[in-house]
T-cell receptor, first 114, second 112 residues
Framework: QQQVKQSPQSLIVQKGGISIINCAYE??????FPWYQQFPGKGPALLIA?????SEKKEGRFTISFNKSAKQFSLHIMDSQPGDSATYFC?????????????FGKGTLLTVNP | ETGVTQTPRHLVMGMTNKKSLKCEQH?????MYWYKQSAKKPLELMFV???????ENNSVPSRFSPECPNSSHLFLHLHTLQPEDSALYLC???????????FGPGTRLTVT
């Protein structure tokens, strides 16, 4: 059972365009939703994260939109640049308990053409 | 060294070999994690250690054996692996009370 569904699998955007990646989750106990960025040969790096008490969070060109009732959240990359080309993973986490287990989506390979 | 380091970065081993992966975090964290990243599959959590104590074993086969001698070091001992175990193995760390996890660059494992 895949608890976090991510789409699309791959995305090609022109420089300056908007990249949008969507995720949906099933477990209503999740209360922390990070996005990770992974370049080839590197481990995932935390990009931006949101808690369900807000509907949007913006950091520079990156924005998370969160819809609690629909159990969906998305990453928007404004003014996409070739340097943004990477694999993006959404994740969900239940922060109570003795460990902070991240459940990941399958990833989206973003290519930004110059 | 800064952040989370992993050695070796690449490993090729036969099915009858025994090898170990090493992870070291330089962030003062007290929780460490092993993840498996395979092509076309989500990142899979394997093990979690909080303050050197294992708190999660995500139904991982016994041919993978973790060891956490202290809060800064984490090992994954490998023996009699299968070709389907070929993957990128990622180590991560965090503070127990803080959500953000920091990943190392991974070890690319190929089982022949």
């Amino acid at each position: 059972q895949q608890q976090v569904k991510q789409s699309p699998q791959s995305l090609i955007v022109q420089k300056g365009g908007i990249s949008i990646i969507n995720c949906a989750y099933e477990n209503t106990a999740f209360d922390y939703f990070p996005w990770y960025q992974q370049f080839p040969g590197k481990g995932p790096a935390l990009l931006i994260a949101i808690r369900p008490d807000v509907s949007e969070k913006k950091e520079g060109r990156f924005t998370i939109s969160f819809n609690k009732s629909a159990k969906q959240f998305s990453l928007h990359i404004m003014d996409s640049q070739p340097g943004d080309s990477a694999t993006y993973f959404c994740a969900a986490q239940r922060t109570g308990g003795s460990n902070y287990k991240l459940t990941f989506g399958k990833g989206t390979l973003l290519t930004v053409n110059p | 060294e800064t952040g989370v380091t992993q050695t070796p970065r690449h490993l090729v081993m036969g099915m009858t070999n025994k090898k170990s992966l090493k992870c070291e975090q330089h962030l003062g964290h007290n929780a460490m994690y092993w993840y498996k990243q395979s092509a076309k599959k989500p990142l899979e959590l394997m093990f979690v250690y909080n303050f050197k104590e294992q708190t999660e074993n995500n139904s991982v086969p016994s041919r993978f054996s973790p060891e956490c001698p202290n809060s800064s070091h984490l090992f994954l001992h490998l023996h009699t692996l299968q070709p389907e175990d070929s993957a990128l193995y990622l180590c991560a760390s965090s503070h127990v009370q803080v959500y953000e996890q920091y990943f190392g660059p991974g070890t690319r494992l190929t089982v022949t």
